[in-house]
């Protein structure tokens, strides 16, 4: 009877959503004309550009620009974008904004060449000079003086590589922008965006999404994205990557028509090319006038990173009105209509709408329609999991923010007092022919839930070490910057390591108002006793501890301090659960295998892999610890 009752409320409920997304998308055919249109820049190429405007005519409106690599379809001006209606484009549409997407140089149906990340000019001296913030500029400039019924006021919102150019158009210095929401953006990409993370190659992201589609060229403007020629077994990932080992294989895999992939490979270092493309260095050009609103999810796969650190280069560079929102939300989740959980997590509430409803809206109302009242918003508006609450900051990390290093112990214990025993330390065997997986199941695309996955499959691993509390007593709420900070060696000249933040949840836990020791997610139940659940983890390429520039082997046996930070978490480990930190060498396919010997990994071969022994050191004198950001 539960059962019945549950799918006559389903049935009953998508013929509601089916009843609203007819009457939205008749009222945006009602409402609404689409014009397309060239937009010629200032070097004399032509942007293409759709724009849905507003036939209401008894007053000016504002404009929402949205610039994208990914095509602006559908094309033509009788083709309607369905999201106006399905996503929560509609909440602008009753606000009677005209709403305006745009293929970026070279994509698609705009003019031009593209280049991946284009590196900001700030010395643009004749016409020819040209980038991002400079096509946004010309842009922003035509549509304020060729829109009919517009009001001046222009803001700029995109989410991942358009968070990119988002960011871009706050540098462009037009006095019509007047408030911008780089949205995960595309930061850097060899910090810890997409492609790589403290210089190690996310291969399962950068070869699915670059090399199978999306970086083969476009000689002239089309409406059809490239076919994808490249074939490998697609029903397991850890085995097909496996199987085709070194990164000069996936090379070969690809051809020499993949620009960006291959000056990636030409470039291994954090060198000037890479610098060049690290939008942080530039985000002083942000003029005072534009406000921005960085947007991002605590449980972001792809631009995590992004946007904890385009909001912190903002904030520390700029002198505007800068703010920042971070869900409990995978890639791009808070646009959707489901923020209610993450896998088998849970956050007690749809965090989406209610963030679309409470902040997105009112922020670009309050700057482009001079509507409402922000005041009660906050510079910072962060979700915490594990209590499930929305918490407002006035600075990001938080003032009572205090940074406790908690020690690695003997035994697999973690503790707040420094060890005091001699020449203590946890060995295990890295072996890049048998690497970590970063997930328990078979997939073949990158999962998204990895980011709050169980990881008892991991501790059951001998190449997986791991350390945590006793049950805790009282809650204890991270919120800001993790930092690793391990004393280790290794019997080879390189090697990987991986830190993972965790919660363990009680053997007897319960989801508030569940029946059984089970989430009820739609992949069916989960036992939550016990479960292990992933807060935050990070990877540190080991070559890269004293630069990411200049790359230093290690000796063989010598203890070395191996120090970096993982993204900010916002978190609180519940009284009655513990906290957990594991250690390990590999996060494969996520991450490219370190062949634990001083090569260019992108040149070596197969025959390069090899097996390291890895002591993480915990005594007096070497004491590995992770540094908690705590929150009081």
């Known amino acids: 009877m539960r059962k019945l009752l549950f799918l006559l409320f389903a049935i009953q409920f998508a013929c509601f959503a089916y009843a609203q997304h007819e009457q939205d998308s008749a009222f945006v055919r009602d409402n609404y004309i689409k014009k397309e249109v060239s937009i010629p820049m200032r070097d004399g190429i032509k942007l293409f550009t759709a724009m849905y405007v507003p036939k209401d005519a008894t007053e000016k409106h ?210 000037e090319w890479w610098q060049a493309r690290n939008i942080r260095n530039f985000v002083d050009h942000v003029p005072a006038g534009t406000a921005t609103m960085v947007v991002g999810g605590t449980f972001d796969a792809e631009d995590c990173f992004g946007a904890w650190r385009t909001y912190e280069a903002i904030e520390k ?86 940074d406790e290093a908690i020690y690695l112990q003997a035994g697999g214990k973690l503790s707040y007092t420094k060890p005091a025993s001699k020449n203590s330390f946890t060995e295990y065997i890295s072996d890049p022919a048998h690497p970590v997986p970063y997930t328990e199941n078979v997939h073949f695309t990158r999962t998204r839930d990895y980011m709050t996955d169980d990881q008892r499959f991991a501790s059951r691993r001998t190449d997986v070490i791991s350390f945590e509390t006793d049950v805790l007593t009282s809650d204890l709420t991270l919120g800001g910057t993790v930092v690793a900070d391990l004393l280790a060696s290794i019997s080879t000249t390189d090697a990987d390591f991986v830190v993972k933040v965790i919660d363990v949840f009680p053997d007897d836990f319960k989801y508030a108002g569940a029946t059984t020791n089970q989430s009820r997610d739609a992949g069916g139940p989960y036992p939550m006793g016990g479960y292990q659940m992933l807060v935050r983890g990070e990877i540190m390429r080991g070559r890269f501890r004293k630069s990411f520039a200049i790359p230093e082997a290690f000796k063989p046996n010598k203890i070395e301090r191996v120090k970096f930070e993982l993204p900010d978490v916002a978190h609180t480990f519940q009284k009655g659960h513990k906290l957990m930190i594991q250690i390990q060498s590999s996060w494969f396919p996520l991450a490219d295998r370190n062949p634990q010997k001083f090569v260019n990994i992108y040149e070596c071969d197969d025959s390069d892999f090899q097996k390291a022994a890895i002591r993480i050191y915990h005594d007096g004198t070497n004491s590995s610890s992770i540094i908690l950001p705590v929150l009081k």
């Open 317 to 402: 560079k700029a002198k505007n009105k800068n703010r920042i929102v971070m869900g409990p939300w995978y890639h791009g989740q808070w646009a959707s209509t489901d923020g209610t959980h993450m896998g088998n997590v849970r956050f007690g509430s749809n965090t989406s709408i209610w963030y679309q409803n409470n902040i997105e809206i009112p922020f670009f109302n309050y700057y482009l329609k001079g509507k409402g009242d922000i005041s009660k918003l906050a510079e910072a508006n962060i979700f915490f999991t594990g209590a499930n609450e929305w918490k407002q900051f006035e600075t990001w990390p938080p003032a009572d923010k205090k």
């Open 62 to 271: 504002p404009i929402l620009l949205m610039r994208t690599p990914y095509s602006c379809n559908p094309y033509g001006e009788s083709n309607f974008n369905a999201g106006l209606w399905l996503r929560y484009f509609k909440y602008y549409t009753r606000e009677n904004y005209t709403i305006v997407f745009q293929d970026v140089r070279g994509r698609w149906m705009s003019e031009g060449e593209f280049v991946d990340v284009r590196p900001f000019n700030p010395n643009k001296k004749t016409n020819q000079d040209i980038d991002e913030a400079s096509d946004t500029y010309d842009t922003i400039d035509w549509l304020i003086k060729n829109l009919e019924n517009n009001n001046g006021n222009v803001g700029v919102m995109g989410i991942s590589y358009p968070g990119f150019y988002s960011t871009m158009a706050a540098l462009s210095g037009h006095p019509a922008l007047k408030a911008v929401s780089p949205q995960a953006p595309v930061t850097d990409w060899f910090i810890g965006d997409d492609f790589h993370h403290n210089g190690a190659f996310f291969i399962l992201d950068g070869f699915s999404f670059y090399a199978s589609g999306f970086g083969y060229p476009r000689p002239t403007p089309t409406r059809f994205g490239p076919p994808n020629n490249i074939r490998i077994p697609s029903n397991d990932n850890y085995e097909s990557y496996l199987r085709i080992g070194a990164l000069k294989n996936f090379m070969k895999l690809t051809g020499d028509s993949l620009k960006f992939w291959k000056d990636m490979y030409a470039h291994p270092n954090y060198d």
